[in-house]
């Protein structure tokens, strides 16, 4: 009986640390430590399906005991027949996508204004075809995609949309207007990351005292924060604080 708890003690241990390493979504952590037989659960419909855990660092930049993921996307040949055959904005978005990271920028950006010719409100095509201008430094049309794309799913792309228009205002010299959105992101998503990025632009575009408040909030925000949340959010603290050293205070 004791052999049975120790394997099961050592198998949960094992999922658990899987977990972590895959980063995978917090309620897996929970399902893993405080349902039955949770740990075999996890290991049903995580782990078997994608067995091959992301690779871990070390510090001496030596090999690593784990391997790394394999690469599963599949090719730009295979995304073409698929929309030859089946010609959906689903297949034609996939393959924009893949064009895109192939830094085909031109022909990914034919591939999405197709599809805003179908759906003119599209949020995937308005994102994709405004990163395909961002390519080309065309920033103001990067402005009004990603306005739009705001416009039909407020969290899209997890909020990162939001992060590409306000580089879109900055790169065509309209600073308060990123700050502006930055700030608005914040009170929409109060993250560590987007708290962390406000304010190494409040710091770029001159206001320190503000730019440091907003830094250690994130740092604040961090150490009151789960283990779960400062997994996922130690580079940005990183950077908060590396930001905060190099800031001078402002005497009143």
């Known amino acids: 009986m004791n052999e049975i708890v120790i394997l099961s003690y050592a198998f949960s241990v094992w999922m658990f640390v899987d977990a972590l390493r895959r980063k995978a979504e917090f309620y897996w952590f929970l399902v893993i430590l405080f349902v039955p037989l949770g740990a075999f659960i996890y290991f049903l419909f995580v782990k078997i399906q994608d067995p091959v855990a992301e690779p871990s660092s070390t510090d001496s930049g030596g090999p ?101 228009l306000a580089f879109c205002y900055i790169q065509n010299e309209e600073g308060a207007k990123a700050i502006e959105i930055l700030e608005r992101l914040v009170e929409e998503a109060p993250r560590v990351k987007h708290k962390t ?19 250690q909030q994130a740092v604040a925000d961090y150490e009151e924060s789960s283990f779960f949340l400062q997994r996922d959010n130690e580079s940005w603290v990183t950077q908060a604080r590396q930001m905060l050293e190099t800031i001078p205070v402002q005497l009143n």
Not at 123 to 131: C, P, T
């Open 64 to 164: 690593t005991m784990m391997p790394q993921r394999l690469s599963r996307q599949p090719s730009l040949e295979t995304l073409r027949v698929a929309v030859e055959e089946t010609p959906s904005i689903e297949n034609q978005l996939r393959l924009a996508s893949a064009l895109f990271q192939a830094r085909k920028s031109e022909e990914s950006a034919a591939i999405y204004e197709q599809c805003l010719a179908i759906d003119a409100e599209d949020a995937e095509a308005l994102y994709g075809l405004g990163r395909c201008r961002v390519e080309t430094k065309r920033w103001p049309e990067g402005v009004n995609l990603f306005t739009r794309a705001i416009a039909q799913d407020r969290s899209f792309r997890d909020y990162d949309v939001w992060l590409d």
């Open 197 to 215: 990025i406000l304010g190494r632009c409040l710091a770029e575009l001159g206001h320190p005292q503000k730019a440091r408040d907003m830094l």
